[in-house]
């Protein structure tokens, strides 16, 4: 069993900032690509960002310049630091992780979504 667990989501102004976290527990052997995507109501859920682990990164053109993705790989965390928020960002934001257990495969995993609104 893996289970990814997000912290950081709340209200903000327009302009603000917010940090999410999402970290990863269970049988893990190792974590490889780990992403955020978001979903408002009546909406897909879209990538929002990616992150190798070896570092690598790619962005929405949305969200370039204004949100930045990080890993923490000893802590099995990934993070997103939001500026410059806009209400168009309101969405519940989800974390993905892809994990090789310790039982051998891989699988993704999702986590269980955190609210966040920006107020106009």
């Known amino acids: 069993q893996v289970q990814l667990v997000e912290f950081g989501g709340g209200l903000v102004q327009t302009g603000g900032s917010l940090r999410l976290s999402c970290a990863a527990s269970?049988?893990?052997?190792?974590?490889?690509?780990m992403a955020w995507y978001r979903q408002a109501p009546g909406k897909q859920r879209d990538l929002v960002a990616t992150?190798?682990?070896?570092?690598?990164?790619n962005y929405a053109a949305s969200v370039k310049g204004r949100f930045t993705i990080s890993r923490d790989n000893a802590k099995n965390t990934v993070y997103l630091q939001m500026n410059g928020l806009k209400p168009e960002d309101t969405a519940v934001y989800y974390c993905n992780a892809d994990v090789v257990t310790v039982v051998g495969g891989a699988s993704y995993y999702w986590g269980q979504g955190t609210q966040v609104t920006v107020s106009s």
């Open positions: 269970g049988n893990i052997f190792s974590v490889r690509t």
């Open positions: 992150i190798t682990s070896a570092g690598s990164t």
